[in-house]
């Protein structure tokens, strides 16, 4: 069953507390205070979304007290109820305090239900709206003015045909595997070294899948202390630790309904797997300092780079937790083993890349492209990124030449004493025939050596740079 939504009625007359508990009670969980210190020992630990407080008590107002709420617990939405004349007073303090209604006595009963429905819709409208702030934090910048008014063009942008690959792709088979699973609410383990893709695949998933207008949420695992991934992930009430000045709602709670994608969840203790399997296994959060459990309705899409099933053997990884991330289990290829994706990619980085720089350029030389298929790329699709755009950033003409390429990309290109005894034994055809080869093999060579300068290249083969552009044309060799 889900959560109801909880109301705090602040109020020292008992019967006036009974008679709004009884009230709203069936569609709210009620929770009641008879001054403001009882009302603060309640927020410190529930999680409250409406507070009704009324306007005289003891020795504090209710615009006071609320007042005071805003600067702690800034998301609960307050209210404040008054059957006397000092209305002047009550607007200045909603004024100030940020008080969302005020109610006057003696209400009516479908009327001040009626009224605290809309403030506990308000709530969740927040709760939405932090969604999309979120999806705008965590999309591409090139995407995020798109975010806050086009979700549609979000969904075909991180849509399965947007991964680029080409028509004999080692992609494209499991693209087609993921994207049939992506409609059933079962969690994937994505496997791969780092900068492969995992994240654009997990949210072409969520994308492609029911939870798609709900939020697709990322935490790095790896990146934080137990205490702060729980907190991140989990919530928690004020004091919980030292630091947490305010609540905080954690990311399966904003994830809520929609994905939350778990990167590098091999990083993890196994003290925080347990606390992590209970979440996966009971369907309901526990935030820090809170004695109450929240249901969340989650799906969840892990990714790392370790192997979680070597990290079972060696007890690093719990296996309980393994199986419960790991009901689909797909890995994605490194770039060496997609060479035929590289001049695909390469040009949507450079198209990004020039909207980004606000620098134009025609595109890359056969020569760079030749290079940037030749290079193993052990940082994969993001060192293959940082490299387009470091050639963007130092071009002067019209073309990624291959004189921009860093030094280790560009000596992939020069072939190994293996290879160039393969070329030379594989030559065939007459005298005249396997001596253009050569001349032609020799040429290129000399010439990424010297990262494609032709006047250099020229001297050392003897040739003039008339005689050497003749040459290029000819054996068809980074011709001008």
Request: glycine share 8%.
């Amino acid at each position: 069953m889900p959560n109801l939504p909880i109301v705090l009625v602040v109020d020292d007359e008992v019967r006036s507390l009974e008679a709004i508990r009884r009230t709203l009670e069936e569609e709210f969980e009620v929770l009641v205070a008879a001054s403001a210190a009882e009302a603060e020992a309640i927020l410190q630990k529930e999680w409250v979304q409406v507070i009704l407080c009324d306007q005289r008590m003891p020795g504090e107002t209710g615009v006071s007290f609320l007042e005071r709420v805003r600067e702690t617990w800034p998301d609960v939405v307050r209210m404040v109820i008054s059957g006397y004349t000092d209305t002047e007073d009550i607007i200045a303090g909603i004024n100030r305090g940020g008080i969302y209604q005020y109610i006057v006595k003696p209400w009516h009963p479908e009327t001040l239900l009626g009224q605290i429905r809309e403030a506990a819709r308000l709530y969740q409208l927040e709760k939405l709206n932090g969604h999309l702030a979120l999806e705008m934090r965590t999309a591409e910048p090139v995407l995020r003015e798109r975010v806050a008014s086009k979700h549609k063009e979000v969904k075909r942008h991180y849509d399965f045909s947007r991964i680029v690959r080409s028509a004999d792709s080692p992609l494209n088979a499991l693209c087609e595997t993921v994207q049939r699973i992506a409609a059933y609410d079962i969690s994937i383990l994505i496997t791969g070294e780092s900068g492969t893709g995992k994240e654009l695949l997990a949210r072409a998933v969520h994308y492609g899948s029911n939870r798609a207008e709900q939020a697709f949420v990322v935490e790095n695992c790896g990146a934080l202390p137990d205490q702060l991934l729980e907190s991140e992930l989990f919530g928690h009430k004020k004091g919980a630790y030292t630091g947490a000045y305010e609540d905080r709602v954690g990311l399966f709670e904003l994830a809520s309904g929609g994905t939350l994608f778990l990167d590098e969840i091999g990083e993890t203790s196994p003290a925080f797997q347990v606390k992590l399997l209970r979440v996966l296994q009971e369907g309901e959060i526990r935030p820090l300092g809170s004695s109450r459990t929240r249901k969340v309705d989650v799906r969840v899409i892990a990714a790392t780079n370790r192997d979680l099933e070597q990290g079972v053997r060696d007890k690093l990884f719990r296996q309980d937790l393994y199986y419960r991330v790991a009901s689909f289990t797909v890995q994605m290829p490194p770039l060496r083993q997609r060479a035929m994706d590289i001049p695909l990619i390469a040009q949507r980085i450079l198209d990004e890349a020039m909207r980004a720089f606000g620098k134009n350029v025609k595109g890359i030389s056969r020569e760079a492209m030749e290079s940037l298929c030749a290079y193993s790329w052990p940082g994969n699709v993001r060192e293959l990124q940082n490299e387009i755009c470091r050639m963007l950033a130092l071009a002067n003409s019209g073309e990624l030449g291959a004189e921009l390429l860093s030094p280790q990309v560009l000596r992939a290109a020069l072939p190994d004493e293996e290879a160039e005894l393969n070329f030379l034994v594989g030559i065939d055809g007459s005298l005249k025939e396997r001596m253009e080869k050569l001349e032609g093999h020799i040429i290129r060579e000399t010439l990424i050596r010297h990262r494609w300068n032709k006047s250099k290249a020229a001297r050392e083969l003897g040739l003039s740079r008339v005689g050497l552009r003749g040459k290029l044309a000819r054996y068809d060799v980074g011709g001008e």
